[in-house]
């Protein structure tokens, strides 16, 4: 997966990084002038894909915080330093790229996914990038230091699936044959 590079590193490196970024939007820049940049591909790079942190599991070793960007956004729209017109600019943009969606899916930014008008666009938008998000293998963290498969961890996805009406034993079961789409089809 590429992720934009300012989102690897160590956690404090990082988020000061996406921190420059939230400025700039609230300057009104775009989303894409914002993540534009040099991208990191994570085959080529050591670390976790990060959904939860900061943790000090994780240590001085460089990650893949890929919930620092939206945590940040939220934050200043929390703050009043970004309008809700910016913040559903860039969920809109989010669920286009894979890296930007894995942000949008970690539990600390849950807020995102939980307004009932946006969960349908994430889930459509996790299953056009299924194949990304389960490439990277055991590589997710919820902020411990050993990694795991996305399907494992707790997301928004899952939080989606459950209104949805799946099943809170299909969503802690590994996954059937089928994935995601296979859990839909049971649905009334």
Not at 19 to 28: D, F, I, Y
Not at 91 to 120: D, F, I, M
Not at 170 to 175: D, E, M, R, S
Request: proline share 7%; net charge neutral.
């Amino acid at each position: 997966m590429q992720f934009p590079d300012f989102e690897y590193g160590i956690y404090k490196d990082v988020l000061a990084a996406c921190r420059k970024r939230v400025t700039a939007l609230a300057r009104g820049d775009s989303w894409d002038a914002v993540t534009a940049g040099a991208r990191i591909d994570s085959a080529d790079h050591p670390g976790l894909i990060v959904l939860h942190g900061p943790s000090p599991l994780l240590g001085g070793a460089p990650h893949f915080h890929a919930f620092a960007l939206h945590m940040a956004i939220q934050d200043a729209l929390a703050k009043g330093r970004l309008t809700q017109a910016v913040v559903d600019a860039v969920w809109a943009q989010s669920l286009e790229a894979p890296w930007s969606l894995v942000g949008l899916l970690a539990q600390t930014n849950l807020v995102w996914a939980y307004p009932e008008h946006r969960r349908q666009a994430l889930l459509d938008a996790c299953l056009r990038h299924w194949d990304a998000l389960v490439a990277e293998g055991p590589r997710y963290s919820a902020g411990s230091n050993v990694g795991a498969p996305f399907w494992s961890l707790h997301s928004n996805l899952k939080m989606v699936l459950s209104n949805l009406g799946v099943a809170t034993a299909a969503l802690n079961a590994p996954l059937p044959p089928g994935g995601v789409p296979a859990l839909l089809a049971h649905l009334p």
